[in-house]
């Protein structure tokens, strides 16, 4: 593997996505991008699906009557995108998430706001029951454009190791 790339057959590659357990580095940050600019769509569409009815979501004139003073975006949807910006580079080879821990929401974010995320790599070790997994914890932390941190948390995912894996089909 060279840059993302597999080279699969003579001229013929494929694309290659995340890490193996052997490429995590306690100590390592991963910028994930590109950024998501949310929407008042993304929010409402959320709250929906997971019928969430707090009026602080969609209702802009009860919004407007809180310390906010409009909308804010579900918390659950942030989790889920800084989850999600952070997939192609710490999970993409993850036999399973095994758990999140420590979700604070540190500051409101609002429809119009961009979200950035990055993962640092907290603990990484062989897995005593999969010889060919290991379990890698990050904490990852949200940020808007302004660089404010709106949410961190911590996430533990079993790993395939090199080598092994339905990627290396």
């Known amino acids: 593997m060279r840059d993302g790339?597999?080279?699969?057959?003579?001229?013929?590659?494929r694309?290659?996505?995340?890490?193996?357990?052997?490429?995590?580095?306690v100590g390592d940050?991963?910028?994930?991008?590109?950024?998501?600019?949310?929407?008042e769509t993304d929010n409402s569409w959320f709250s929906l699906l997971t019928m969430n009815q707090h009026p602080l979501h969609f209702d802009v004139e009860f919004a407007a009557k809180t310390e906010f003073g409009k909308?804010?975006?579900?918390?659950?949807?942030?989790?889920?995108?800084?989850t999600g910006q952070s997939v192609?580079?710490?999970?993409?080879?993850?036999?399973?998430?095994?758990?999140?821990?420590?979700i604070r929401m540190l500051a409101p974010?609002?429809?119009?706001?961009?979200?950035?995320?990055?993962?640092?790599?907290l603990e990484k070790r062989k897995s005593k029951k999969r010889p060919t997994q290991g379990?890698?914890?990050?904490?990852?932390i949200g940020k808007n454009q302004h660089g404010d941190v709106i949410c961190d948390f911590k996430?533990?995912?079993?790993?395939w190791k090199q080598g092994h894996g339905p990627s290396e089909s």
């Not at 940050?29 to 929407?39: A, M």
């Not at 974010?109 to 790599?121: I, K, P």
């Open 71 to 82: 909308p804010l975006i579900v918390s659950p949807l942030t989790v889920a995108i800084m």
């Open 29 to 39: 940050v991963y910028e994930h991008r590109p950024g998501r600019t949310i929407t």
């Open 5 to 13: 790339v597999v080279e699969i057959s003579p001229g013929r590659y």
């Open 109 to 121: 974010l609002f429809a119009g706001d961009t979200l950035y995320s990055e993962s640092e790599v």
């Open 155 to 159: 996430r533990t995912m079993l790993i």
């Open 135 to 140: 379990i890698v914890t990050i904490k990852t």
């Open 15 to 25: 694309e290659s996505y995340g890490r193996y357990y052997e490429q995590f580095t």
């Open 88 to 102: 192609s580079d710490v999970s993409q080879k993850a036999v399973a998430n095994l758990g999140w821990t420590d």
